[in-house]
């Protein structure tokens, strides 16, 4: 895997164990005062929308739409808190991804992250691994304000490919010096615009492109373990949120 330029990482279930838009949002309604519930009816709902066949972008834009009206420095303090848990009770990071990314990074390439995911989530992520840049989904913020809506269509699958090939464009790169990594079929268009591609995991149709391809694979992500519900703060409260004991059946994710 040497001589490549930039190496472009999805990042849920390819880097982490844990669907981090999804962990988050829990952490984020349980801090913000809402019961284990609210987290489980959204979540179902979401599920409900890739069951009937909508695509993955609708998903996304669903996710987003629930966030109209919190207040963005709160969502980025939030996800702060819900990435020193992650870290404190451990096992997020996908070994083998992150292993990857650190060879890469040893060797001189630029690390690029790739997700649907969006910033304020990406950020904690992106700084401890150390990545060079952050292409995702751009929520709108108005007035300090999530206003539910995005700036442009969802960092998923053709996105993916599209952002590639500016990236690699922006640096002077040609694509085929570029190496991608992915684990769902949404990661495809960018795994087919590299020069290499790795699949992590065991989707069926990523492994068929591989063998066809002759492209490399990494195991799949292990399951993450439970974290425990923040407690809820009042507007204004400092230090860190405290653990309650109380667990909430994860829903599988979608």
Known sequence: MNGYRTAFFDVDGTLTTAPSMFRFLRHYLSATGNPPAEYVTRRRALKAMNEVGCPREATNRAYFAGLEGAYATEVSALAEDW??????AGGFFHEHGVAALHRHRREGTR??????SFP???????EHLGADEVWCTEPEIAWGRYTGGLHRPPMLSAAKAETLRAVAAAHGTDPAHCIAYGDHISDLPMLRAAGAAVVVGGDKVLRTHARIHGWSLLPAAP?????GLPLWRAPGRTGSLAAVSNEVKEVESV
């Open 111 to 116: 690390i690029v992250l790739v997700s649907g």
């Open 223 to 227: 399951v993450p373990p439970a974290l």
């Open 83 to 88: 990435f020193r848990e992650e870290l404190r």
């Open 120 to 126: 304020a989530v990406l950020d904690p992520i992106a």
